[in-house]
């Protein structure tokens, strides 16, 4: 178990018959996130981090003293999963199965009793299979059941998604989040068009860098009073595709 320092208890594994989620080990995962991403490097197109150079400079990212980086384990706002498919034969990294990506929660207040979910990386060979709805079934179901049931009694869940990325809205929504707004002009990705970005479109404001690109977010909410009305059933169904 690991601790999650907005919260006074430790988060442990969560698990259903296919997949399951425990905290990520750098020492224990790193390596094969790196070896089975790194050729891959439009996995990081939507986010505003380049793709790693090595598996020694992926875990300097959770090992980072910074608290506001969204992997460091110093931000105590953040925790991160390994998602294990438990479909898969036991691994180095997990007896129960294959490490298959990863997910956090990211800008958790225990004050608001809210996180979101966010740095979902589901690898290659795990896309477009039963890994990423069942992966953000499991956070939500951490996230939403009251502490005596081993959940952290939340009241939202956040999502965010580039609005170029369709396949991370459309997940969402498949899981029960409802559209809040567009947020315009909401990242800049220094350098983008050398570095494998998308941008949202549009031209560069006045000024900018040429290589400049901008992201623009696709805000996406779930709370409690829904999750209990009718998207736990959403969820649910669509794990069961």
Avoid at 131 to 147: C, D
Avoid at 167 to 178: K, N, P, T, V
Avoid at 194 to 203: A, D, F, P, Q, S
Avoid at 212 to 234: C, F, G, I, P, V
Wanted: charged share 20%; glycine share 6%.
């Amino acid at each position: 178990m690991a601790s999650f320092s907005v919260f006074p208890f430790h988060v442990g594994d969560t698990s259903n018959e296919r997949v399951k989620l425990t905290p990520f080990n750098p020492e224990q995962h790193c390596e094969t996130f790196f070896r089975i991403s790194s050729s891959h490097p439009e996995i990081y197109t939507h986010f505003p981090l380049l793709p790693p150079t090595s598996a020694t400079e992926l875990k300097s990212l959770f090992h980072s003293n910074s608290t506001t980086h969204i992997l460091s384990f110093s931000n105590p706002e953040s925790f991160a999963f390994a998602i294990i498919d438990k479909t898969r034969p036991p691994s180095a990294e997990d007896p129960e199965g294959e490490l298959a990506g990863t997910v956090s929660f990211i800008r958790t207040s225990a004050a608001n009793l809210c996180t979101e979910i966010g740095f979902i990386v589901i690898l290659p060979p795990y896309q477009r299979t039963h890994v990423a709805t069942n992966a953000v079934g499991l956070a939500l179901r951490l996230a939403f059941e009251s502490a005596e049931n081993g959940g952290l009694g939340l009241r939202r869940v956040h999502w965010s998604a580039s609005t170029m990325n369709l396949a991370s809205s459309r997940l969402a929504q498949r899981m029960g989040f409802e559209k809040v707004g567009v947020i315009p002009w909401h990242m800049r990705f220094v350098k983008g068009k050398i570095n494998g970005k998308v941008g949202n479109g549009r031209e560069l404001p006045p000024g900018s860098d040429p290589e400049d690109l901008w992201r623009d977010t696709l805000s996406l909410t779930l709370a409690w009073d829904r999750w209990e009305n009718s998207a736990r059933e959403m969820a649910a169904k669509a794990i069961e595709r």
